[in-house]
């Protein structure tokens, strides 16, 4: 918690859950990331917290932005960055999408099949496409499994058909897997990428990035290795797999760019049992899964979590939202210590909360609103 953010909240007076962020966190996020690779540009991920300002402060930073749809484009171009600093990064895209976007100036965009490159060159004639391979996620807290990319193999091939169709077969992408906490797991990847930057060569067809994706992640109960130590092992990779002719790289950080920027203020609305004489409480906030912590599915991501009453003794808790639908659980496997004396009515921060969460709210399932964002 920064000074800023406990300055905000003494003075807070509306009532229900909200998310703050600390902007100089960004910042020097972002300054971190530009430090560990200083050649490769950074794209942040907009799905990450598409805030406007937070936008606006990478835009003056000079970053630029991965987006997933022309709404993401919108709400970038509307901070004043140009569409060259866009690359429309989804690879299942509407074709009426694409050639809105491309009305709007972007000329980079994803694919990981022939038949998205087809949309592509339909509508966005002589656009530059990357083609993102699968990745197995190994190391990941938030693996992305099998929903993007294909075979290393068939990238090669959906390359080949985007040049034959008169679009510039630019590179390779692929994610590691988000909160990805091994600093070696680009390495697999980088094998791979340069295996299809030779077989492209060999059928005369030059590419020119490889786009190493997400998956930096930010602190939750554990210590995480710092932006550096993924440069670093990053680079070696690099340098192991193409030698003296390393490519044009971007980066695409979204969790590792804000996650740790903000915190959710929660309050405590109910402290029960199940029966009498039972020993584990059930404690249930005013946010749930369905308020912004959607990353609790499967207790993926466990957030670190303050009380008034820390330092008192703690005892096993079932942590739950305030939703009249059963799933709305955060954490049942595995429960949580809090204070014996924590008491309905007190504040708990959830920390690290500044990815992933504002979107994630439903508009209004049981009435609640959206998760309330301030950025300062
Ligand atoms: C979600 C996503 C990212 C950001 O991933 P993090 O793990 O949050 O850094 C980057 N690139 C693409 C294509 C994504 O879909």
């Not at 038949?115 to 993102?132: D, H, I, L, S």
């Not at 920390?351 to 994630?360: D, L, N, P, R």
């Amino acid at each position: 918690m920064t000074d800023r953010i406990r300055e905000f909240l003494r003075n807070r007076r509306e009532d229900g859950p909200c998310v703050v962020v600390d902007l100089d966190v960004v910042r020097s996020n972002y300054r971190a990331f530009a430090r560990a690779l200083p050649d490769t540009r950074v794209f942040y991920a907009v799905k990450a917290n598409p805030d406007a300002f937070i936008l606006q402060t990478l835009e003056e930073l000079g970053s630029c932005f991965d987006c997933a749809s022309v709404q993401e484009i919108e709400m970038v171009l509307a901070t004043g960055a140009g569409a060259e600093r866009i690359s429309y990064g989804n690879t299942i895209k509407k074709e009426r999408d694409i050639a809105r976007a491309y009305k709007l100036g972007v000329r980079l965009f994803a694919v990981d099949s022939r038949e998205e490159v087809e949309k592509v060159a339909r509508v966005a004639p002589g656009a530059k496409v990357f083609c993102r391979i699968l990745c197995d996620g190994a190391g990941a807290e938030w693996p992305l499994s099998r929903k993007f990319g294909c075979e290393p193999e068939m990238a090669v091939d959906v390359l080949e058909h985007a040049h034959r169709l008169g679009l510039t077969a630019y590179g390779v992408s692929f994610h590691v897997g988000s909160q990805q906490k091994n600093v070696e797991a680009w390495d697999g990847a980088l094998a791979s990428a340069a295996a299809i930057f030779r077989e492209c060569a060999e059928r005369g067809i030059a590419l020119s990035m490889v786009n190493l994706g997400g998956g930096f992640p930010t602190r939750y109960l554990h210590d995480v290795p710092a932006a550096s130590a993924y440069g670093e092992a990053i680079f070696c990779a690099l340098r192991k797999h193409f030698g003296n002719r390393i490519p044009e790289t971007i980066m695409e950080p979204g969790r590792g760019m804000v996650g740790n920027a903000g915190l959710i203020e929660a309050e405590v609305v109910l402290i029960s049992r199940k029966s009498e004489g039972e020993a584990l409480r059930w404690v249930y906030l005013d946010i749930g899964k369905f308020g912004g912590l959607a990353e609790t599915m499967d207790e993926s991501i466990r957030y670190p979590l303050r009380t008034p009453r820390d330092g008192d003794n703690t005892a096993p808790c079932v942590l739950a939202g305030p939703t009249c639908d059963s799933a709305d659980v955060l954490y049942e496997k595995t429960p949580v210590e809090l204070p014996l004396s924590l008491a309905i009515g007190d504040k708990i921060l959830i920390e690290a909360c500044g990815a992933y969460t504002t979107t994630y709210s439903a508009v209004a399932f049981n009435g609640f609103p959206p998760l309330k964002s301030y950025v300062i």
